[in-house]
């Protein structure tokens, strides 16, 4: 797929953005656990805080292909705050799409400006890959909702300023459970110890608790029982840009490995003049340059919103994941034992990567999702 010279500049700003402001730090905020929430203001001021929301609202209304261009850029800077970004971006577009006209005007130009930063509040103790069968319990009173659960493996628990959270407030199954929005500092809200993570470490990442949390009928996203449809829609585009963070940080990867194996020498001549390690990088090279293709097909069938875009989707999110890992995996090998130590950056890149294959649905539940439209197809 050929890119316009607008989706280029997209690119290519998102690039310098990271090159400059993110991939000078990233190890010490993986140190430190946390991203500096001073590096929100200056993501919003390039209109990354509302990537799919309308520009009435303040958002830069880029298609879900521009927005995988965003955070291949960003990525290759670090996976892991790229990825962060992605999750407030998605919810942001929940927001846009599927909120009420009072919910947009409250919530989307403080998202856009980054001033609230979201998280997104599915997946619980008991139900991972069976996200239906949450138990989180949404009662409707005069008074407002009053919310009871715990969600799990929440990035940015703790840490954002708001969360949309999936509860059940009416029967077993999907058609039982609605979207709210709480937000932080609300009474019953509280939060977990924080998860010592083998990758993602610079997100703080906790359970999202909630004892009786009380939120305003104002609060519910779209229509009530609609919640898991809207959760569903949402990670369409959230299994895309995993697909692109995992991309990005699997070219910084190779890019890395081409300038290491020009300079290590064995056996009297540089790494890259053995053919058979020539051939391990044109390898990588072909699932990288595959990769990119399909997500990008992916995206615009998705933007195009054709009927075949969920599987495609799911399908992107599985290729891209899978090979991204392994080509971030040998390059480590290809490093030999210093890509095993941090101050190369590739044990970092390997460990990011890793959760991209279980995060967004599993790549077990794509293959479920992929082979249930091909039956249906038949």
């Keep these: 797929m050929t890119l316009t010279e607008v989706q280029h500049a997209i690119f290519e700003m998102a690039h310098g953005f990271g090159q400059e402001k993110i991939a000078p730090f990233a190890q010490a905020w993986e140190r430190a656990g946390e991203i500096p929430k001073s590096l ?5 001021a390039l209109g990354l805080g509302g990537i799919y929301v309308s520009e009435d609202f303040g958002g830069a209304g880029l298609t879900r292909l521009d927005a995988t261009l965003v955070f291949e850029a960003l990525a290759m800077a670090c996976p892991s705050v790229a990825a962060f970004l992605s999750i407030h971006n998605m919810c942001g577009g929940m927001i846009d799409k599927f909120g009420q006209a009072e919910a947009k005007a409250r919530w989307l130009p403080k998202i856009c400006t980054m001033e609230t930063v979201f998280s997104y509040c599915l997946t619980e103790p008991a139900s991972g ?3 239906a069968a ?3 319990r949404a009662i409707r009173g005069t008074d407002g909702w009053r919310l009871t659960g715990t969600k799990a493996f929440i990035s940015g628990g703790g840490y954002s300023d708001a969360y949309i959270v999936m509860a059940r407030s009416g029967d077993a199954g999907p058609k039982g459970i609605s979207a709210l929005i709480v937000e932080d500092g609300t009474a019953g809200l509280s939060f977990g110890g924080l998860e010592d993570k083998m990758g993602w470490r610079s997100q703080p990442t906790r359970q999202v608790q909630l004892d009786d949390c009380l939120v305003p009928q104002a609060n519910l996203l779209g229509e009530e029982g609609r919640g898991f449809s809207y959760a569903m829609a949402g990670l369409d585009g959230g299994r895309l840009n995993i697909a692109a963070c995992a991309l990005g940080g699997a070219q910084a990867a190779l890019d890395a490995t081409l300038t290491y194996m020009g300079e290590r020498k064995a056996f009297g001549k540089s790494l890259d003049q053995f053919q058979a390690l020539q051939f391990r990088l044109a390898d990588m090279e072909v699932k990288l340059q595959t990769a990119r293709v399909f997500l990008r097909h992916a995206a615009g069938l998705l933007d195009a919103g054709a009927p075949e875009a969920t599987k495609f989707c799911a399908m992107a999110k599985l290729y891209v994941t899978d090979a991204c890992f392994e080509v971030a995996n040998g390059c480590l090998q290809l490093h030999g034992g210093y890509g095993y130590l941090a101050d ?6 390997v460990r990011d990567l890793r959760v991209h294959q279980i995060l967004e649905g599993t790549n077990e539940i794509m293959r479920v999702i992929i082979a ?7």
């Design 40 to 44: 929100w203001p200056e993501v919003a």
């Design 134 to 136: 949450l138990r989180t």
């Design 372 to 378: 249930r439209q091909m039956l249906a197809d038949r």
């Design 129 to 131: 890959s069976d996200a």
């Design 344 to 349: 190369y950056g590739i044990e970092k890149i």
